[in-house]
């Protein structure tokens, strides 16, 4: 199975900011997910990015919020953008069934 | 889409005794389901997964089973241990979407 890394592990922000959470694989694949679970929760899917074309994003979750780059075959990032407290969550890059560690997140 | 259902929430259960964890799928083209154990401020670790092309999977004490038909499937723990404790997830995907459409979770508690 791929070895999935992301930074950073956990950050604390501040309302309005943005945060860009990078996540790095040790092979090539296709397609990468990016998930969130928020405290207490089950998992979300926020969007699929396919390296060289834009992401899929699902019902709920937007371009602006949720930017997406996904440069090459081995990494992708996820930027959480003018954030509120209720973006406080795990953020989650996967690879087909397997996940990074993750990166929580607190909104103050 | 898919809409996966799991239950129960909260499962306690005595050192030694068997668990069981069901969730049920709406997509009839979904064609593989994997099991997750995520422990306190980890990241979901895969225990077990299932095709649709076959009826059950065991690995140890673990076993997973599968009905189409009905579409649901089912994880079954034997033995239980501490170590079992864990919040458990079920998911569904099919060949082409790859993106996992996750259960709600189920707390499983092992008393020692």
């Known amino acids: 199975s791929a070895v999935i890394s992301q930074k950073p592990s956990r950050d604390i922000c501040q309302r309005g900011t943005s945060l860009t959470i990078q996540c790095q694989v040790d092979?090539?694949?296709?397609?990468m997910f990016w998930y969130r679970q928020q405290p207490g929760q089950s998992l979300t899917l926020i969007a699929t990015a396919n390296q060289g074309s834009e992401a899929t994003y699902e019902s709920g979750f937007v371009i602006d919020k949720f930017p997406i780059s996904r440069p090459n075959l081995t990494f992708s990032t996820l930027t959480v953008s003018n954030m509120s407290p209720e973006d406080s969550s795990i953020y989650l890059c996967?690879?087909?069934?397997?996940f990074g560690p993750g990166t929580r997140l607190t909104v103050l | 889409g898919e809409n996966v259902e799991q239950h129960p929430s909260t499962l306690s259960v005595q050192e030694g005794d068997s668990a069981v964890i069901k969730c049920t799928y709406s997509d009839s083209a979904s064609n593989y389901f994997p099991w997750y154990k995520q422990e306190l401020g980890k990241r979901p670790q895969l225990i077990i997964d299932?095709?649709?092309?076959?009826g059950e999977k065991k690995d140890q004490r673990i076993a997973v089973t599968l009905n189409k038909t009905a579409k649901h499937f089912s994880l079954h723990i034997t033995e239980t241990q501490p170590e079992d404790s864990a919040v458990y997830f079920c998911a569904a995907t099919y060949t082409g979407r790859r993106a996992l459409t996750f259960g709600s979770g189920t707390r499983l508690q092992v008393q020692p």
């Open positions: 092979s090539q694949v296709t397609m």
């Open positions: 996967s690879v087909d069934q397997f």
């Open positions: 299932i095709r649709s092309n076959v």
